[in-house]
T-cell receptor, first 111, second 112 residues
Framework: LAKTTQPISMDSYEGQEVNITCSHN???????ITWYQQFPSQGPRFIIQ???TKVTNEVASLFIPADRKSSTLSLPRVSLSDTAVYYC????????????FGSGTRLQVQP | DAGVTQSPTHLIKTRGQQVTLRCSPK?????VSWYQQALGQGPQFIFQ???????QRGNFPDRFSGHQFPNYSSELNVNALLLGDSALYLC???????????FGQGTRLTVV
C-alpha cells in the first residue's frame, strides 16, 4: 500500500481557501486518491476521490499532477464547521478494499 | 434512508470481560468493515465481512472476532478486554464492487 504524508495541522480563517497537500510517492498505477473528513466522535465521511487531473464536487476540489505523486485537497471559503481532521488515502478502487488511514491533518478554522 | 447505525453508542467494561458491538449497514450495502480508532489517531482496519465470511483481516489478535448475518448486519466481539482496547470502534459499509465507504457514528468503548 502506498504510504501517504500530510501536514499534522493547519490553521485558517473563515472565508479563506484551504489547500491540504498529500504526498504519495509510491502510488501504484491502479490506485485512486480519496479524502475523508472526520469530526470529533463521528465516523469519517467521504469527501472526494480522483485518479488524475482535477475533480470537483459541491464540497471540494482535488488536484492531481501528472506524476500522481502528490495531491491537493482544496476547500473553498471555509467556515467554522469545516474544522475537522482530513485524511488522504491511496489505494485500489473497490468496496472490498481495507482503508488505510494515516494520522490526518487537523484543520482549525478561526472566526 | 438510514445510514450506518451502530449500537451501543457508549460502553464501559472491566478488564477481562467480553463485549459485543453491533452494526447495521446502509440500505443496499453488502459489505461491512470494522475499524478501531484510538484517541488522536486515524482508524485502523480490523476486518471485513462479505457474504457472511471474513474476507480481510488487519493486524489484530484473535481476541477480535466478528460475524455477518444474512441481512448484512454485523457484530464485533472482543474477548479478554485489555485497557488498550479502549477506543472508538467504527463500522463502515459499502458495496463490494463500489469504492465509497459509509461510516457509522461509532461505539466508544472504555475499559477500566
Amino acid at each position: 500500500l502506498a504510504k501517504t504524508t500530510q501536514p499534522i495541522s493547519m490553521d485558517s480563517y473563515e472565508g479563506q481557501e484551504v489547500n491540504i497537500t498529500c504526498s504519495h510517492n509510491n502510488i501504484a498505477t491502479n490506485d485512486y486518491i480519496t479524502w475523508y473528513q472526520q469530526f470529533p466522535s463521528q465516523g469519517p465521511r467521504f469527501i472526494i476521490q480522483g485518479y488524475k487531473t482535477k475533480v470537483t464536487n459541491e464540497v471540494a476540489s482535488l488536484f492531481i499532477p501528472a506524476d500522481r505523486k502528490s495531491s491537493t485537497l482544496s476547500l473553498p471559503r471555509v467556515s467554522l464547521s469545516d474544522t475537522a481532521v482530513y485524511y488522504c488515502l491511496v489505494g485500489d478502487i473497490g468496496g472490498r478494499r481495507a482503508l488505510t488511514f494515516g494520522s490526518g491533518t487537523r484543520l482549525q478554522v478561526q472566526p | 434512508d438510514a445510514g450506518v447505525t451502530q449500537s451501543p453508542t457508549h460502553l464501559i467494561k472491566t478488564r477481562g470481560q467480553q463485549v459485543t458491538l453491533r452494526c447495521s449497514p446502509k440500505s443496499g450495502h453488502d459489505t461491512v468493515s470494522w475499524y478501531q480508532q484510538a484517541l488522536g489517531q486515524g482508524p485502523q482496519f480490523i476486518f471485513q465481512y462479505y457474504e457472511e465470511e471474513e474476507r480481510q483481516r488487519g493486524n489484530f489478535p484473535d481476541r477480535f472476532s466478528g460475524h455477518q448475518f444474512p441481512n448484512y448486519s454485523s457484530e464485533l466481539n472482543v474477548n479478554a478486554l485489555l485497557l488498550g482496547d479502549s477506543a472508538l470502534y467504527l463500522c463502515a459499509s459499502s458495496l463490494y464492487q463500489v469504492n465509497e465507504a459509509f461510516f457509522g457514528q461509532g461505539t466508544r468503548l472504555t475499559v477500566v
